[in-house]
């Protein structure tokens, strides 16, 4: 089951901390420099940039969840719509993820956050 109000709280926490980036540029580069600890990507985001965000988790480690809307993810970080988010910090991305239960679909050395 997701328990959607406390990913979205954990996101806006995360933000105030500032472990969180967004927007596909910034998500991008959280993942190839290995600082993306967990990367969230709008349901209804274009087929092209779910494609390329999957790969591009998938070729670096980095665990990935499709979930909400660009609605949702934005204002759950205080900002209009985002079709891509990346958690920098371990604890943050840890407590979001068990809130997902089985949904997150992880690769190699990241398979224990």
Known sequence: MI???????????????????????MTEKAIRDGEAKLVLIAEDAS???????KDSCKFYHIPYVIYGDKETLGNAIGKQFRASL??????????????????????GKNENI
């Open 86 to 107: 990346a958690v920098l910090d371990k604890g943050f991305a840890t407590s979001i993820e068990k809130n997902f239960d089985l949904e997150v679909t992880k690769y």
């Open 3 to 25: 328990n959607g109000k406390k990913i979205l709280g954990t996101l806006g926490l995360a933000t105030k901390a500032g472990v969180v980036v967004s927007g596909e540029f």
């Open 47 to 53: 087929d092209n940039t779910k494609k390329n965000f």
